[in-house]
C-alpha cells in the first residue's frame, strides 16, 4: 500500500486463503487480503459472510444454497487463485491483467442474478466482467459465462428469456457463443442485439445476428 506520493507505506504477504504470511506496516489499515476488511476474530469480512483464511471457507452457509465442492461454505470453488467473491454472494473471474481490471457487479443487480440461477433451474455460472470504466458496462450490467457445464447444457434462448423474465433489458449473447451480455439498460441506450453498439452480439432466440 502506497500513499499520495507513491511512497510504500505497507506490504503484506498472503497464502492463497489470505493467511497472513509476513508483513510490514507503518500506518493503520483494515482492508487487507482482496481489499477486504480483517475482523478480530481473524476472519475477513465480505459483506454478506464472513472467511475463514485458516480453514479456507466461509463460516456460514450460501444464502440461495449452492453447494460446491460437496459443502455450501465453500470459498469461490475452492480456486481463490482465478475468482473472488467480493460480496460474499457469488464468484466471479479475476483477470490478472492491470490493463484491463475488472470489478464487481452492481449489488442492485445482485438480486436479478439470484433470480436468473433460479430460473435456470440452478445450472452453475460465472460472472466474467462486472463494473467497469466504459459503457455500457459502467453500470447496471454483467457478463456471465458457463462454468463446469452449466449454462452451455441448455438452449441459449432459454438464457435469455430467463434474463428477461428477471427484469434485464437488454441480454445477448456474443458471437463467439462464450458468454451473454445482460444489463438494465440504466441510460436508456436502447438498441438491441446486432443493432449499432452491439455487432458482435446475437439473439439466439432469433438465431442470427441482425
Known amino acids: 500500500m502506497t500513499d499520495a506520493t507513491g511512497t510504500l507505506q505497507n506490504s503484506y504477504s498472503y497464502g492463497a486463503w489470505g493467511e497472513l504470511r509476513a508483513s510490514s506496516t507503518t500506518v493503520a489499515n483494515s482492508y487487507e487480503y482482496t481489499g477486504r476488511e480483517f475482523a478480530e476474530e481473524g476472519l475477513y469480512f465480505y459483506r454478506a459472510r464472513y472467511l475463514?483464511?485458516?480453514?479456507?471457507?466461509?463460516?456460514?452457509?450460501?444464502?440461495?444454497?449452492?453447494?460446491?465442492?460437496?459443502?455450501?461454505?465453500?470459498?469461490?470453488?475452492?480456486?481463490?487463485?482465478?475468482?473472488?467473491?467480493?460480496?460474499?454472494?457469488?464468484?466471479?473471474?479475476?483477470l490478472n491483467d492491470p490493463e484491463k481490471p475488472v470489478y464487481p457487479v452492481d449489488p442492485e443487480i445482485e438480486h436479478m442474478l439470484d433470480c436468473l440461477e433460479k430460473e435456470l433451474g440452478g445450472l452453475g455460472f460465472v460472472v466474467t466482467s462486472g463494473k467497469r470504466d466504459d459503457p455500457p458496462h459502467d453500470k447496471g450490467a454483467a457478463d456471465v459465462s458457463s462454468w463446469r457445464g452449466g449454462m452451455d447444457l441448455i438452449d441459449p434462448c432459454q438464457v435469455i428469456m430467463a434474463a428477461r423474465r428477471c427484469g434485464f433489458k437488454r441480454a445477448c449473447q456474443h458471437k463467439t457463443m462464450k458468454h451473454f451480455h445482460i444489463d438494465i439498460d440504466p441510460y436508456g441506450k436502447r438498441g438491441e442485439c446486432g443493432e449499432a453498439g452491439w455487432g458482435d452480439y446475437m439473439d439466439p432466440c432469433k438465431k442470427c445476428i441482425r
Open 52 to 94: 475463514d483464511p485458516g480453514l479456507g471457507k466461509l463460516i456460514s452457509k450460501d444464502l440461495m444454497g449452492r453447494i460446491e465442492g460437496n459443502s455450501p461454505y465453500t470459498y469461490v470453488s475452492n480456486n481463490p487463485v482465478n475468482f473472488t467473491d467480493p460480496f460474499g454472494l457469488r464468484k466471479w473471474r479475476y
